[in-house]
């Protein structure tokens, strides 16, 4: 079972003129040749929300894509994912968040998104305690946005929705970019402290995203003293999912499993 949830209403923050002209599409490239498809030009933000089949209230992740800000591989690391987690008796979210090129925008959207969960927790049977989040290459780095702002304010309210708080209470980030410098400072945009929410990453040496952006967010949480798993892998490359590769890495997907678990207190 699916629902789908629009995010705003009447008053939308950071709004693009160029709105007006895009419709949401899939890309020309989202072929049979990898089994992705990937959205762009979206412009109504959604949530996609998926129900476990156990017993309420569930604990919860928001699941958000990558695809460098440019698209939304949506099913990837989008709709497998919410799978992947129904299966470990957790409910997921999956967002479909502004792009292209609408970094301000996203980070409000997902904000509110989490927001909006906990918001409609006990309408939606949900642990309004236990809503993580997890992203994927610029969806894991949207979701260190609202684990470490360094701006605590990601937009203006606009209603009652917003009196939520959206830091998530726990955080996957999956071969995440755009987190450090080549010198492994983290970005100005986070601050890493002791409020960041228990992390969980995975990241390949060979990655192109640059696995010093595992490494650079390992030790400042280290650091400020947060608890934090990482794996990392010789090989693997960037933008696998949860796809058979042959390879080491594709065993990520249990190890986050049975994190969330331990996180939500299935375990």
Partial sequence: MREVFKLW???????????ENRQEHLKEESA????CDRYTDV????????????????P????????????LAWNKEGLDIASMLNLNGIAAFVLKYRCPGQRQAAHADAARAMRFIRGNAEKLGINSQ??????????GHLVATISAPSDPVPYE????????????????????????????????????D????????????DDFARVENSLAWYLALKRAGVAAEMHLYAEGAHGYGLNRTGKPIA????????????????L
């Fill in 9 to 19: 209403g009447a008053v939308k923050p950071f709004p693009d003129p160029a709105d």
């Fill in 32 to 35: 049979p040749s990898d089994g």
């Fill in 43 to 58: 412009t109504d933000p959604e949530l996609h929300f998926f129900p476990a089949s156990c017993p309420s209230p569930q």
């Fill in 60 to 71: 919860a992740v928001l699941v958000c894509p990558g695809g460098g800000y440019s698209h």
């Fill in 130 to 139: 236990r809503v993580g989040a997890i992203g994927f290459s610029a969806g």
């Fill in 157 to 192: 309210p606009v209603d009652e929705l917003d009196r939520f708080p959206y830091r998530p209470n726990f955080s996957a980030l999956i071969y995440p970019a755009y987190l450090a410098d080549d010198a492994m400072n983290i970005m100005p945009e986070f601050k890493v």
């Fill in 194 to 205: 002791e409020t960041v929410p228990p992390t969980f990453l995975v990241q390949a040496e």
């Fill in 251 to 266: 065993e990520w997907g249990a190890l986050a499993g049975n994190w969330f678990r331990r996180m939500t207190g299935i």
